[in-house]
Every structure is written in structure tokens, then in C-alpha cells.
């Protein structure tokens, strides 16, 4: 398979499990209407990243923008699905303050013609820690069942993506020792992008079957 196959079925997964949150609007709690619009928001980013980079432009100023909206959403989503006191008004600022961040960091340090690496390390520990406490939340609740819970999900896969997603960063040294583990991390990095859609696919196409965030 060419590498453009590669590229164009992870796309077609991202546009599919997109389309399976959106189908599902009016059923989705009002949590987890936060992940499918961000699942919206990603098949543009992906589209115009791609429309970029086929056109061999620099698509860094795309992620500088994406990625703090990501991050806003994703705050969100946990301060609500983890039913914390005051989510709205924690989910607000803590998501304006993040975006603060990124617009430092894309004037300060790395600039929109470069990758927002430094941004993003700091989106995966937070995310990775939003994870944690996630799991904190729903094991000191007596009267749920995790694995019957949208958010259980949902955490998970994140959980998952992330971590491979450090793993890959800290491996990244070595890559000019050899080519070969330099197309085994990418590959890696691959399915795990892959792997985390059609994860979250699966959980909207059985959405139904669950307990929606925030409950």
C-alpha cells in the first residue's frame, strides 16, 4: 500500500466517524456533543492540512490554530463528563487560559512556520492528567458500572493515544541512527490515530447502549 493510500483511508476514517457522532446529534447528551464537534472541527483541519501540504505550503500555522480549539474542547468535555463543581465556569477559563498559551508560544517561541512541539507535549500531559482523574472520578462512584459509561470510553482512548503518542516523542532521538526505526515509529503513530477514530466510532455507533457523559 502507497503511502497516499495510507493518508487517504485514515482520512475516510476521520470523515466516518465524524459523520457517525453527527448522525447521532439529537441522541448525544450534552456532554458529548462537545466530541463530535470537535470530531467536526478535525475533518477541516484535516482537510486543509492536506490541501496544504499536497500543494507542498507550510501547514504549521493550521496546527497553531487547531490545536488550542482541541485543547479547549477537550478540557471541556472532562470538567463536564467528570461533573465537577462549577464545570462551566472551570471548563471557560481553563480552555481561555490554554488558548492564552498557544498564542504566547506561537509569538514567543515557535513561531507559525514551525511545528507548536512545545505546545503540544504540554497539551499531552494535560490531557493525559484530565485521563487520570477521569478514571479517579468514575472508580469512587458507587452506583455506576465504568465499562457501561460513554466518558470510560472515552478516556480510555485518549489515554491510549497519548501515551503511544509520548512513547513516539521520546523515541524520536534515535531516529537519525536508523530509517528503519524511523518508518516503525511512524507507522506506529499512524495506527494509533487510526486505531483511537475507529474506537471513538465505534463507541457513537453504539451510543444507545450506554450512559451519555455527565451523568
Known sequence: MKVTLYILFYQITVVVTAISAVV???????????ICVLLVITVVQEAIAGF???????NFLSFHIYTPIEL??????????TIIPNARAVGLYSGLFVVGLSIANTIFLQ??????SYYLLFE?????????FSYYRLLIRDD?????MTVFWITTFYLFYWCLSYINLGMWTAVKYSDAFAKVLGYS????NL???LSVMLVFLFYKKLVPSGE
Do not use: E, Q
Open 195 to 197: 486505531l483511537f477514530y
Open 111 to 116: 513561531p507559525y512556520y514551525k511545528m507548536n
Open 189 to 192: 503513530l499512524y495506527y494509533a
Open 24 to 34: 447521532k446529534w439529537r441522541r448525544l447528551g450534552s456532554v458529548d456533543k462537545w
Open 72 to 81: 479547549f474542547i477537550v478540557i471541556n468535555y472532562f470538567v463536564r463528563a
Open 124 to 132: 499531552g500531559i494535560l490531557i493525559i492528567s484530565l485521563c487520570l
Open 144 to 148: 455506576v458500572i465504568p465499562t457501561r
Open 52 to 58: 496544504l501540504s499536497a500543494r507542498h505550503i507550510n
